[in-house]
Nanobody, 124 residues
């Protein structure tokens, strides 16, 4: 049984940083396509970044250059380092897993397992 547990969300001022973590069980993070999504109130869930087994990262245009996705295989954990945060980054952030080693896209329908989310709030 796959479990994904996010942590690290919080409130920060614009320009600040946060690091989100996603602790996985029942799956090997290093061998899987893992991703971060976010959803703001009354908006659709959008892909932020993903990383497959080859550790190649893909980012949404809105976060490229500010966010970094990474994996720590020893801890079986996925991270999202978020720098230069903006108020428009405010959302619930979700960790997600797609079965398979390669990531085939950054849309929610490509992903099979989801965490419960962690809230990020950026004030101006």
């Amino acid at each position: 049984q796959v479990q994904l547990v996010e942590s690290g969300g919080g409130s920060v001022q614009a320009g600040g940083s946060l690091r989100l973590s996603c602790a996985a069980s029942g799956v090997t993070v290093g061998n899987s396509c893992m991703a971060w999504f976010r959803q703001a109130p009354e908006k659709e869930r959008e892909g932020v970044a993903n990383m497959g087994s080859a550790s190649r990262a893909n980012y949404a245009d809105s976060v490229r250059g500010r966010f970094t996705i990474s994996k720590e295989n020893a801890k079986n954990t996925l991270y999202l380092q978020m720098n230069s945060l903006k108020p428009e980054d405010t959302a619930m952030y979700y960790c997600a897993l797609a079965y398979g080693r390669r990531c085939l896209g950054l849309t929610p329908d490509r992903y099979n397992e989801w965490g419960q989310g962690t809230q990020v709030t950026v004030s101006s």
